[in-house]
């Protein structure tokens, strides 16, 4: 206090009343700092000034303003005219856009093949209750894990096809949500009755459930209903046979349909009852089994375990056995009718509905915005996840990031397992309360 006052006494000695007055603004200490961090803001405004712009007065853009947005490129590569547009004082950003997707990522590229001499192909769908197990057993045949699963119901949201071959027999397995609703939603009813629609077009149904669940009226008005289905073979056969590359329509006449052979016939069907490993009670799992064939009359009967492998050799040699003459519909090496945004989005929402319980997961949008293999041999995807509420935003992120961190690490370690190299995975929580989860495309 002593050296301020003496140092008033001095300016106001020697300086007049205005310029003392003056003084007298920026003697505390607040003035001063306010005054600093002013003279910073300006000074790091006026760094991004190119006097190349204020020299040339006849350029075309010499009545704009400085742009300083860009990031710091390759000089030598950029022509001299374009120069003055350039800041070199960004950090350097990649000259490709990091949101950029492939087109051979989107659609599926068509790999030409050729049927082998006597080929079969028999189109096999799986039905079932939600939750039964239909996406574990068709992985298990595949041989990779293309379709998403977890413990909750309503994972598998759409129909997808599958193949697998052996020998000359190939096999398209339809993975399909269930025949009965699993919510309320108009979602699920409208999977439904595609479900059931797709039923007369396969060779085989596979009905699927759960041996130690019990079975409600549901399930059993589900098989009942599969029972009362009806195929007209002819009208299937006719099909077939256009399908192949040899048809000619000129070969079909009406002598085709005047035959005594049966046209109409029940759906061909066969029950399968999966997870007997966890079965405790022998005598309960006979009357479900016995009550099933009773209302459904199926062909057969297995008892399946697709976690533990027991039982698939059966039904595999079963599934081949009804195939028929007819050409292959898709490579031997390609596997399901996923592009590969496809596979990325199931491996997150398969992810998402493992980490996140209650109504969290069935709230959460997944969206792939990126897919860019990367020089070095690694692979760059970004999703964008898609949340109502800020609430929900709250429990996906979780304290300090541990949630999503914990679900970028896991997803990481399961396409790094699928494409057989490093993955780099980026999530974006996005708030959006009007985004619609996409619904089915019709096929």
């Given at each position: 206090?002593?050296?301020?006052?003496?140092?008033?006494?001095?300016?106001?000695?020697?300086?007049?009343?205005?310029?003392?007055?003056?003084?007298?603004?920026?003697?505390?200490?607040?003035?001063?700092?306010?005054?600093?961090?002013?003279?910073?803001?300006?000074?790091?405004?006026?760094?991004?000034?190119?006097?190349?712009?204020?020299?040339?007065?006849?350029?075309?853009?010499?009545?704009?303003?400085?742009?300083?947005?860009?990031?710091?490129?390759?000089?030598?590569?950029?022509?001299?005219?374009?120069?003055?547009?350039?800041?070199?004082?960004?950090?350097?950003?990649?000259?490709?856009?990091r949101?950029?997707?492939?087109?051979?990522?989107?659609?599926?590229?068509?790999?030409?093949?050729?049927?082998?001499t006597?080929?079969?192909?028999?189109?096999?769908?799986?039905v079932?209750?939600?939750?039964?197990?239909?996406?574990?057993?068709?992985?298990?045949?595949?041989?990779?894990?293309?379709?998403?699963?977890?413990?909750?119901?309503?994972?598998?949201?759409?129909?997808?096809?599958?193949?697998?071959?052996?020998?000359?027999?190939?096999?398209?397995?339809?993975?399909?949500p269930?025949?009965?609703?699993?919510n309320?939603?108009?979602?699920?009813?409208?999977?439904?009755?595609?479900?059931?629609?797709?039923?007369?077009?396969?060779?085989?149904?596979?009905?699927?459930?759960?041996?130690?669940k019990?079975?409600?009226?549901?399930?059993?008005?589900?098989?009942?209903?599969?029972?009362?289905?009806?195929?007209?073979?002819?009208?299937?056969?006719?099909?077939?046979r256009?399908?192949?590359?040899?048809?000619?329509?000129?070969?079909?006449?009406?002598?085709?349909?005047?035959?005594?052979?049966?046209?109409i016939?029940?759906?061909?069907?066969?029950?399968?009852?999966n997870?007997?490993d966890?079965?405790?009670?022998?005598?309960?799992?006979?009357?479900?089994?016995?009550?099933?064939?009773?209302?459904?009359?199926?062909?057969y009967?297995?008892?399946?375990?697709?976690?533990?492998?027991?039982?698939?050799?059966e039904?595999?040699?079963?599934?081949?056995?009804?195939?028929?003459?007819?050409?292959?519909?898709?490579h031997?090496?390609?596997?399901?009718?996923?592009?590969e945004?496809?596979?990325?989005?199931?491996?997150?929402?398969?992810?998402?509905?493992?980490?996140?319980?209650?109504?969290?997961?069935?709230?959460?949008?997944?969206?792939?915005?990126?897919?860019?293999?990367?020089?070095?041999?690694?692979?760059?995807?970004?999703?964008?996840?898609?949340?109502?509420?800020?609430?929900?935003?709250?429990?996906?992120?979780?304290?300090?990031?541990?949630?999503?961190?914990?679900?970028?690490?896991?997803?990481?370690?399961?396409?790094?397992?699928?494409?057989?190299?490093?993955?780099?995975?980026?999530i974006?929580?996005?708030?959006?309360?009007?985004?619609?989860?996409?619904?089915?495309?019709?096929?």
């Amino acid at each position: 206090m002593i050296a301020k006052h003496s140092l008033l006494k001095s300016i106001f000695a020697t300086k007049s009343f205005s310029q003392t007055n003056k003084a007298l603004k920026y003697a505390t200490t607040e003035h001063r700092e306010s005054r600093v961090i002013t003279q910073k803001k300006l000074t790091k405004l006026n760094r991004f000034k190119d006097d190349h712009i204020n020299s040339q007065v006849n350029h075309p853009l010499a009545k704009r303003k400085p742009i300083s947005a860009f990031s710091k490129q390759h000089p030598s590569n950029i022509d001299d005219k374009d120069t003055y547009a350039i800041s070199y004082k960004r950090p350097v950003k990649p000259l490709a856009p990091r949101y950029t997707i492939p087109v051979e990522a989107v659609n599926n590229l068509h790999i030409p093949f050729d049927s082998p001499t006597g080929s079969r192909f028999c189109e096999t769908i799986c039905v079932g209750p939600p939750n039964a197990g239909k996406s574990t057993i068709i992985n298990s045949f595949v041989g990779s894990d293309l379709s998403a699963v977890s413990d909750k119901t309503g994972t598998t949201d759409e129909i997808r096809d599958f193949y697998f071959t052996k020998g000359i027999t190939q096999v398209r397995l339809r993975d399909t949500p269930g025949v009965i609703t699993a919510n309320r939603l108009p979602k699920s009813s409208h999977l439904e009755t595609k479900c059931w629609e797709a039923i007369p077009e396969a060779d085989l149904t596979v009905f699927i459930v759960d041996s130690v669940k019990s079975m409600d009226n549901t399930v059993k008005k589900a098989v009942h209903r599969l029972s009362q289905m009806r195929v007209d073979l002819k009208q299937k056969e006719l099909l077939h046979r256009m399908e192949s590359k040899d048809f000619e329509f000129s070969s079909v006449d009406d002598s085709h349909y005047e035959s005594d052979e049966p046209r109409i016939a029940p759906v061909n069907s066969i029950l399968v009852m999966n997870k007997v490993d966890l079965v405790s009670n022998r005598r309960r799992f006979n009357y479900i089994k016995q009550e099933l064939q009773d209302i459904g009359n199926f062909d057969y009967v297995f008892h399946l375990s697709a976690l533990t492998g027991y039982g698939m050799e059966e039904l595999s040699e079963y599934i081949v056995s009804q195939a028929t003459r007819r050409d292959w519909k898709a490579h031997p090496e390609v596997k399901s009718d996923q592009t590969e945004i496809d596979i990325v989005q199931e491996v997150m929402k398969q992810a998402v509905y493992k980490s996140y319980f209650y109504e969290v997961p069935y709230q959460i949008g997944v969206d792939c915005i990126g897919w860019v293999p990367k020089t070095n041999g690694e692979l760059l995807v970004d999703y964008k996840l898609h949340v109502p509420k800020n609430s929900v935003k709250k429990i996906v992120i979780g304290r300090k990031g541990r949630i999503i961190k914990g679900l970028r690490q896991e997803v990481e370690a399961e396409l790094s397992k699928h494409y057989q190299k490093p993955v780099q995975v980026c999530i974006q929580v996005v708030l959006e309360r009007n985004y619609a989860i996409p619904s089915i495309v019709s096929r």
